[in-house]
């Protein structure tokens, strides 16, 4: 991940984190949620929840919470004439950033802006196959944190076909239908 300007990490934060984390889809932002609040033994909606279009179930824990939402959610959010400086989050993290599309370009477009208003604001930005230098060229001297992957384990391809095959499907489709026959012929006696 890139963590870019704001708040050192060894600085005090003045209140518990609100952390906002993107997600490219809807399904990614409400089954994480789900997932995470899960890992914490909490009912979702607790201190864990989610925002998109037309479906929300927003933490309720306003001191500390982690909020996932899609991009959309979070540019109409920047866009607020109430709150266009995110000040009920202390942290934002945009996840799969490396799947970059015009919403998300211009979200890192306003969250530049953002950092220069706002220096007590963390910015997170994460990939798995994240090209660094892009965003740290874009974002001034960002910080980069690698995560080395865990053990990389042998990919096996199977094809449907070869399943079928090697389950005897046609073999027990074919049993199972003259089992059939033979209990309508039965019936008939």
Do not use: C
């Not at 995470?36 to 306003?62: F, I, K, M």
């Not at 890192?108 to 090209?131: P, Q, Y």
């Amino acid at each position: 991940w890139v963590g870019l300007r704001g708040a050192p990490p060894d600085s005090p934060s003045p209140r518990r984190p609100r952390v906002v984390v993107t997600q490219p889809r809807r399904i990614a932002a409400i089954s994480v949620a789900e997932r995470v609040a899960w890992e914490r033994g909490e009912e979702l909606g607790h201190s864990v929840g989610y925002t998109v279009r037309n479906d929300a179930q927003p933490p309720r824990d306003r001191e500390g919470s982690i909020e996932f939402v899609t991009v959309g959610i979070l540019l109409r959010r920047l866009m607020d004439t109430k709150d266009p400086d995110l000040q009920r989050y202390t942290h934002v993290l945009v996840d799969e950033v490396h799947e970059r599309d015009l919403m998300t370009d211009f979200l890192l477009i306003l969250l530049k802006e953002l950092l220069v208003r706002r220096g007590d604001l963390r910015v997170i930005l994460m990939s798995a196959t994240l090209d660094v230098s892009t965003f740290t060229s874009y974002f001034w001297e960002s910080s980069v944190l690698e995560v080395p992957s865990g053990p990389r384990y042998p990919v096996e391809e199977v094809y449907l076909d070869d399943l079928v095959y090697d389950s005897n499907w046609e073999i027990m489709q074919q049993q199972m239908h003259m089992q059939m026959q033979m209990q309508q012929q039965q019936q008939q006696l």
